[in-house]
């Protein structure tokens, strides 16, 4: 896919893909009410966790501003967050205390929400299902701070310590520590990575709240992230969405999002366009991968210690769904990329992404019907000459960068 070969059409295709899969700004807003809210809870005069510190945030797709609509009603949107503990610390409680201390504030949270469908534990998080109009549930992590030997561990070792500060430790109730008191838990850093994700693009995050700041005559803080998207950001949540679609029968062996977001964020060169993101990313994302020790190895740019792809050498079939994936958007991508006929375009894609969510993104600049000629022509069907435009071929005024309208 050249990015240099990129027609007018297919950008402006990719642009309203882009907002075809973009998650209402209520949603995001929606989020942050959630977390604030049990947060708050947490912090109550009568909560027995409200002595050890506890903060929650959000982690994720959320935090990355990479979240994608559901493809349909019965799927949900999945909040990821993070209860930190911050004035507790690995040497005086074993993991399993610490989610069974959360738990039950999260389940007395429930109860006072009036939350009908039940508490339900997963493998590192708690998950809190809202009512069914909400469409959406809250995976809560259980964690501890974890940044002084996060720093130490990496110095020790040569590597980059600069995202360390934020760094954490997790529960994890397959692990085989998971009883005991350890120094050794599993590590995180989701406010690291999302950090380092927005380090790739800040040039085109800035310029892009700039440009909204000044259309509503705001300073540019007050302006969140989640109202503009980058054409990273957009590229991603893309990706997303033709990964889902080209392994719905397959979900075991579908690329994880981590994987495709960090590859994505590597290859991203600060290109000013969805289309120039997206070439440069599909032609660059197999070179962050390495061979390390007999296998495949795509490091956590937070703690190169951790590999993004180490279930790859348990399931080798993970590891050829990846290329099998990346050459399939290759393929398409550049078919549509290369051509300025808007159905040739819609059907390239829409082999990778759904051909009903292309054909919405292909209407998206259609003019609205005129009633006089439509009641025109309902007069007078015969009339010669009369005929109506491909309105897959017109264009109309661009809709610009994603959450700046």
Not at 3 to 30: C, I, K, M
Not at 145 to 168: C, H, K, M, V, Y
Not at 312 to 330: G, I, V, Y
Not at 368 to 377: C, E, G
Request: proline share 6%; hydrophobic share 35%.
């Amino acid at each position: 896919m050249d990015q240099h070969s990129l027609t007018r059409e297919s950008e402006e295709f990719l642009e309203d893909l882009a907002e075809e899969l973009s998650v209402p700004p209520g949603r995001y807003e929606q989020a942050e009410r959630s977390y604030n809210s049990l947060g708050e809870w947490l912090l109550r005069d009568a909560s027995s966790v409200r002595q050890y510190g506890p903060k929650v945030y959000v982690q994720g797709s959320f935090r990355l501003g990479t979240t994608i609509r559901p493809s349909n009603d019965a799927e949900e949107y999945d909040i990821d967050s993070i209860c930190e503990f911050q004035k507790l610390s690995k040497s005086s409680l074993t993991q399993q205390q610490l989610k069974v201390l959360l738990g039950a504030e999260i389940e007395a949270y429930r109860k006072a929400q009036s939350m009908t469908k039940p508490l339900q534990e997963g493998r590192r998080c708690w998950v809190l299902n809202y009512a069914d109009g909400a469409q959406f549930h809250m995976d809560v992590v259980p964690a501890l701070p974890n940044g002084q030997s996060t720093r130490i561990l990496l110095e020790a070792r040569g590597f980059d310590a600069r995202w360390t500060s934020t760094a954490i430790v997790i529960t994890d109730n397959e692990g085989q520590t998971y009883t005991l008191v350890t120094d050794d838990w599993p590590r995180s850093n989701p406010k690291g990575y999302s950090e380092w994700f927005k380090s790739r693009m800040l040039a085109a995050l800035e310029r892009r709240k700039r440009i909204l700041a000044e259309s509503m005559r705001a300073s540019v803080e007050d302006i969140p992230d989640y109202k503009v998207r980058t054409p990273l950001q957009a590229a991603v949540m893309i990706l997303k969405r033709h990964r889902d679609y080209t392994f719905e029968g397959r979900k075991d062996e579908r690329p994880i999002s981590v994987i495709i977001t960090t590859l994505a964020a590597h290859s991203y060169n600060g290109e000013e366009t969805i289309g120039q993101a997206l070439a440069a990313i599909l032609t660059g994302m197999d070179k962050h991968i390495h061979w390390n020790n007999g296998q495949h190895w795509i490091p956590n740019p937070t703690d190169p210690l951790e590999n993004f792809a180490d279930k790859w050498a348990e399931h080798p079939e993970r590891a050829a769904a990846f290329f099998e994936w990346l050459r399939k958007a290759r393929t398409e991508f550049a078919e549509a990329a290369r051509s300025s006929d808007r159905s040739v375009i819609t059907e390239a894609v829409g082999r990778g992404v759904g051909g009903s969510l292309a054909g919405r993104a292909a209407r998206r600049r259609q003019p609205p019907a005129r009633p006089a000629l439509l009641k025109a022509a309902s007069v007078a069907p015969t009339s010669a000459g009369l005929s109506f435009p491909d309105r897959s071929r017109v264009p109309t005024k661009p809709q610009g960068f994603g959450g700046t309208e």
